[in-house]
């Protein structure tokens, strides 16, 4: 179990919808199946291996920095805030 609220975000979705790209095509394209692939969208995974992760920055021409946002809980209370 988690001690802090700090957390990795997965901004995958973001990325996808910028590239004009569905969750099956990049699934296909990084040959994960697209079961996995909607666990990491939805910021439900634990880990995620470096090359799943190269694969898809290859696919989507980014950087981890584009997928990845690390988040304090400080941050996040902000945001929720906004909404």
């Given at each position: 179990?988690?001690?802090?609220?700090?957390?990795?975000?997965?901004?995958?979705?973001?990325?996808?919808?910028?590239?004009?790209?569905?969750?099956?095509?990049?699934?296909?394209?990084?040959n994960?199946?697209?079961?996995?692939?909607?666990?990491?969208?939805?910021?439900?995974?634990?880990?995620?291996?470096?090359?799943?992760?190269?694969?898809?920055?290859?696919?989507?021409?980014?950087?981890?920095?584009?997928?990845?946002?690390?988040?304090?809980?400080?941050?996040?209370?902000?945001?929720?805030?906004?909404?």
């Open positions: 179990m988690r001690e802090s609220s700090d957390m990795i975000v997965i901004n995958l979705d973001v990325m996808m919808a910028k590239r004009k790209m569905s969750l099956n095509e990049l699934a296909e394209r990084v994960v199946t697209a079961t996995n692939l909607s666990i990491l969208k939805n910021n439900k995974a634990k880990a995620i291996r470096f090359s799943t992760l190269e694969a898809i920055c290859k696919e989507l021409s980014c950087q981890p920095g584009d997928i990845l946002e690390y988040k304090e809980e400080e941050q996040e209370k902000n945001e929720e805030k906004k909404d």
